[in-house]
């Protein structure tokens, strides 16, 4: 049977390069990318790839379901790989109901046509639910996410993702429906939009802004090259055990503060600045309410069952990621003129 893959969210950052992956790899799948382009959506992350024959792109919304269904019908879509989310915490914090319209509701909508299309054959076809460590809670000093952690979501963004993961399970469970699941770390690289604190920081470090810090910046992140959590996707979604989840991370924790001033050293080196100017910019601000402290994924389960692991240490795939905002500062200026500045000036003036 020939496959025909839905992929939503394809154009924000991490499903950009998951639809580059897979157009790329299999000349033999028809490959839907189907995106809202909310502010997070760009379609200039896929410019290389529009072309290619076997790359269709519809603009159709996640909530709205009759859009969804025609889609389902026109592409006869074999199996879905869901991405499509509002991803950032501090939007989650200021506008909850948002994350649960879009990953809650959106995720359900697309678990009802998977259900009802596929029904009969459920064997054939593979809905694989992208989701995040964030769901597990917060860690302490010691431990690792496996996943059989107990899920302790404590952002409005990570309690909507728990609530979609749910579902998919339940989806799994009550009506049959074959579902693979993956819940990644923090993962960094090309096409990351400059709110999250990577491209935020080498944004603003390349306009000699402030470097906003929440609290003391001792959080701790795991992080991951994005490319290594797109052939994770595709080793999943390929490999994986039916009805099962994998956690996905580099074993590459960093406190904040410690990346933020690694960020500074490659950047003044990289833009020829005096050593230690950039880390002037670093400036202390409120924390996040209700700030995870810690996440680290243990990711032995995809190691060992699947044989994934990261292709980048993170020096490299840093590296690679500040070269591409360096010669990509066009694509930056897009995405920061207009609704970002508002978005910016609430988030930190004053904070
Ligand atoms: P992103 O915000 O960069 O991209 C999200 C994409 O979804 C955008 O293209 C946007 O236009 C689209 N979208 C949003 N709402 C939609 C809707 N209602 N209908 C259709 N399309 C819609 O997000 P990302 O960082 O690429 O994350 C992708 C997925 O991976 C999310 O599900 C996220 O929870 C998960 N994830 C992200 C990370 C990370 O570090 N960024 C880590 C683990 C898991
Ligand atoms: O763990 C996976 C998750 O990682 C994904 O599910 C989310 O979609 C993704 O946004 C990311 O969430 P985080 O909240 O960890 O990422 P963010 O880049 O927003 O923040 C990383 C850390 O940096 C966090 O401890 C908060 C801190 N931070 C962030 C920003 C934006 C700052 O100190 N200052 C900032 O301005």
Redesign the pocket.
Known sequence: MPKNILI?????????HVVRLFVTKYPEYTIIN?????????LENLRDIENAPNYRFEK????DATALQEVFEKHQVTDVI???????VDRSILSPLDFV???II?TVNLLNLAKDKWKGNYANHRFHH?????VFGTLGDTGFFTETTPYSPNSP?SAS?AGSDHFVRAYGETYGLGYVM???????GP???PE?LIPLFINNIIHNKPLPVYGKGDNTRDW?Y?ID?ATAIDTVFHNGKNHEGYN?GGFNEWKNIDLVKLLCKIMDEKLGRTAGSSEKLISYVTDRPGHDLRYAIDANKINKELGWKPSVTFEEGLGKTIDWYLTNEEWLKNVTSGAYQQYYENQYDGR
């Not at 939503?8 to 950009?16: E, L």
């Open positions: 939503t969210g394809g154009a924000g950052f991490i499903g950009s189907l995106d809202a382009l909310t502010y997070a959506g760009n159709v919304n996640i909530l869901h991405l499509a989310a509002e991803s950032h319209y879009t990953n959106g992208v989701s995040t460590d964030e963004y993702k993956t819940n990644c770390s923090n993962n960094y096409n990351h939009f999250k991951l994005v959590h996905v």
